[in-house]
Structure formats: C-alpha cells, structure tokens
C-alpha cells in the first residue's frame, strides 16, 4: 500500500461541473501540498496546507489532520483545468516529500 | 525568467555512458530537491540540499548517482553507467527554508528528460 494515496486515478467531466480529488496518506506529516503537472511535463504548486482549508479563486483545498486526509475541489471547471493533480506530503522529521500518483484530469467543453 | 531553470531539457545516451544534469534554483532559495518521474507516476524524491548541505538521499539514489550542490546555488545530478531502467524525467525544486514554523511552497523546474537507449 502506497503511503500516499489518491482517488480517482482517472476523472472526466463536463464543463462546469464541481470535481473533487482525494488524497488520504498512513505517515505523520508537517505539510501537505497540491500539485499541478500538464502534459510536457511543467510542476506548478496549488496550494500547501498543514491544516483547515485554503481557496484561490476556482480551486479549494481542505484537510483534515485526524483523519489524514485532503481533498482538492475544482467549482465551475473548465477545460483547461485539465492535467494531472498530485498530492504531496512532507513527512514529520524528515526533508522528504513523498508523492502521490496523481489523478488525471480531463473537462470536456 | 526568475524561475528555476534545468538543462539539458532532453538528453538522449546510450547505455554506459556518464550524464550530467544542471538545475540553477530561484536564487534566494536555500532548499534545493531533485526528484525523478517516470510514465503515469508521481516524482519520487531522490536528495534534498539545504546551502551546499546534501542532508537527505533516497534509497533509490543507488551508487551510480551522485549530486553536488557546490557553493550554495545550482546543483547537479551525474549518473554514471547509465541503464535503461534510468530512463525518466528528472526534475528539480527549490524553496525557502523554513522560518518560525512555516514551511514554504517549492517550485519546480521544467524537468530534464533521460531516454537510456
């Protein structure tokens, strides 16, 4: 079992419909991020969150510590939403990040 | 362009042959990571630089890979021998170091490209 985990592997939508991809993780954590990777390969960072909950502008972000786990919610998307999403935690004593396998993401027009 | 840089972005080699790849971070980051990604996965973490510290290496980093960070600044990664399971994207972040607590957001390179024929 991988120590970071995310669901759906795979999701299309329609345009403008609210989306929401989880991540649950079995380590303690100091940090947890959400990731964005389109196709070529380029990382941009969404959002990191060691607790509550983070929105810009479409996007929101919640986590719950006790549970380990995080969710990342996309409202009135689009296509060019579409990329993978990776979750990614920053493990408690360490500099390691350990990654999730991300959720490809695609909205229709 | 501020952000952080890698090169080459491809690199094509056979198998047994030495590589070198460069990352320049964004220039106030002390936090320097490099992480490989192969097909349909997410990166995997293979060392952390805090200034010219390695203060972290993976497992996976095997004895054919090593990586400097010499004064502080940009960083490279060689992997010598090279073997086809090498193939992958190799990508590096930086960040700050973290302050009264906080921990702050990394930002990745463009990814160095290795296809091991």
């Known amino acids: 079992k991988n120590e970071v985990e995310q669901s759906p592997q795979n999701l299309t939508a329609q345009e403008g419909e609210f989306i929401t991809i989880n991540c649950s993780y079995s380590?303690?954590?100091?940090?947890l991020h959400w990731l964005q990777q389109h196709p070529g390969g380029g990382i941009v960072s969404l959002f990191m969150?060691?607790?509550g909950k983070k929105k810009h502008g479409r996007l929101i972000a919640t986590i719950n510590i006790q549970e380990k786990h995080s969710s990342l919610h996309i409202t009135a998307s689009h296509p060019r939403d579409s990329a993978v999403y990776i979750c990614?935690?920053?493990?408690?004593?360490?500099?390691?990040?350990?990654f999730g396998t991300g959720t490809r993401l695609k909205v229709l027009a | 362009d501020t952000g952080v840089s890698q090169d080459p972005r491809h690199k094509i080699t056979k198998r047994g042959q030495n590589v070198t790849f460069r990352c320049d971070p964004i220039?106030?980051?002390?936090?320097l990571y490099w992480y490989r990604q192969t097909l349909g996965q997410g990166p995997e973490f293979l060392t952390y630089?805090?200034?010219?510290?390695?203060?972290?290496k993976s497992r996976l980093l095997s004895d054919r890979f090593s990586a400097e960070r010499p004064k502080g600044s940009f960083s490279t990664l060689e992997i010598q021998r090279t073997e086809q399971g090498d193939s992958a994207m190799y990508l590096c972040?930086?960040?700050?170091?973290?302050?009264?607590?906080?921990?702050?957001?990394?930002?990745f390179g463009p990814g160095t490209r290795l296809t091991v024929t």
């Open positions: 969150l060691s607790s």
């Open positions: 380590v303690g954590i100091s940090a």
């Open positions: 220039s106030e980051h002390n936090r």
């Open positions: 990614a935690v920053r493990t408690s004593g360490t500099y390691k990040y350990i």
């Open positions: 972040a930086s960040s700050l170091r973290e302050r009264e607590g906080r921990t702050y957001e990394q930002y």
């Open positions: 630089f805090q200034n010219e510290a390695q203060l972290e």
